[in-house]
């Protein structure tokens, strides 16, 4: 992980290092508004562990997200509503543990932000802190604006998410596309508005008709990263387990699987169940002599 001065921007964008000299690998928030200036999509993924953490960043993935969604796809809890600081916490620092040059944003989970400007804040900072994250995440519009204005007072960055928030769950009545018909469109809009009047830094834009995302995307200076939003977003993201096809128990419609793990999982696990019955694993060339 790069220390704060390898991160640190010049006011005017200009890098206190000189080039070559190693220090300027890392994703900011700066290189995401001017690949939205510049039309250059931006690819996020989400990731909870060390290894993956790793290989994402090798491919080169913009962002990674350690999302709430890991009490899901990782803790096997229904929704995301029992994730705690301390899980975020954990799965932060096993990412960060891969120096990815990636930009790094962590959740903040249910119950951490809602309460009080001073919890929000303070946990914030433990993401930040603790965590090793350059970013945080919560989820709502005008509702948390002052939730997001005083965190970034703390020169924490802050990615807002909105349409289909995964925490709103029960005022939701289920996970449904929100922001259908010009009202409910409009109000998405005013969200938007105000997550960046906040200072957002980005906002994510789930589930909501793609002819909204657009709206939305052409008419915030800030980056839009989608997710069940369609393909005018300036970036996209996805759940790393849902793309490799790990979890057979959720597959929303938006999702695209790139590869099918599990069966190959079962087959491995399988191939070594067979083989330590059968006496054959291991053999000579594991063991020592
Ligand atoms: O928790 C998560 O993974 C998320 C993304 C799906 C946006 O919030």
Request: proline share 5%; net charge neutral.
């Amino acid at each position: 992980m790069a220390t704060w001065r390898q991160r640190l921007p010049h006011r005017e964008g200009v890098f206190l290092f000189p080039k070559g000299s190693g220090m300027q690998k890392n994703k900011t928030i700066l290189d995401f508004q001017k690949m939205k200036a510049h039309g250059e999509r931006i690819a996020v993924l989400t990731c909870y562990d060390f290894p993956t953490a790793g290989i994402m960043d090798d491919c080169g993935i913009d962002m990674i997200l350690i999302g709430d969604s890991v009490g899901v796809v990782v803790a096997g809890y229904d929704n995301t509503l029992p994730v705690t600081m301390e899980e975020m916490i954990y799965h932060t620092k096993a990412v960060l543990r891969a120096r990815p040059k990636a930009f790094v944003v962590a959740d903040l989970p249910f119950l951490s932000y809602q309460t009080d400007l001073t919890s929000a804040r303070l946990n914030a900072g433990r993401l930040i802190k603790d965590g090793g994250a350059a970013a945080v995440k919560l989820e709502g519009g005008k509702n948390v604006a002052d939730t997001i204005a005083a965190i970034v007072d703390m020169d924490i960055p802050v990615m807002a998410h909105i349409g289909l928030t995964p925490q709103s769950l029960h005022r939701m009545g289920g996970f449904k596309v929100q922001g259908k018909g010009e009202e409910q469109a409009e109000k998405l809009l005013e969200d938007a508005r105000a997550v960046e009047r906040a200072g957002a830094f980005s906002v994510v834009l789930e589930g909501i008709p793609a002819s909204l995302a657009g709206r939305i995307t052409a008419e915030l200076a800030i980056p839009t990263i989608g997710i069940g939003a369609g393909p005018a977003c300036d970036g996209q993201v996805l759940v790393l387990h849902d793309i490799l096809g790990l979890c057979s128990k959720y597959s929303p419609k938006f999702v695209k699987r790139y590869a099918e793990l599990a069966p190959l999982i079962s087959e491995a696990v399988s191939s070594y169940i067979a083989e330590v019955k059968a006496g054959t694993f291991p053999e000579e060339r594991h063991s020592f002599k």
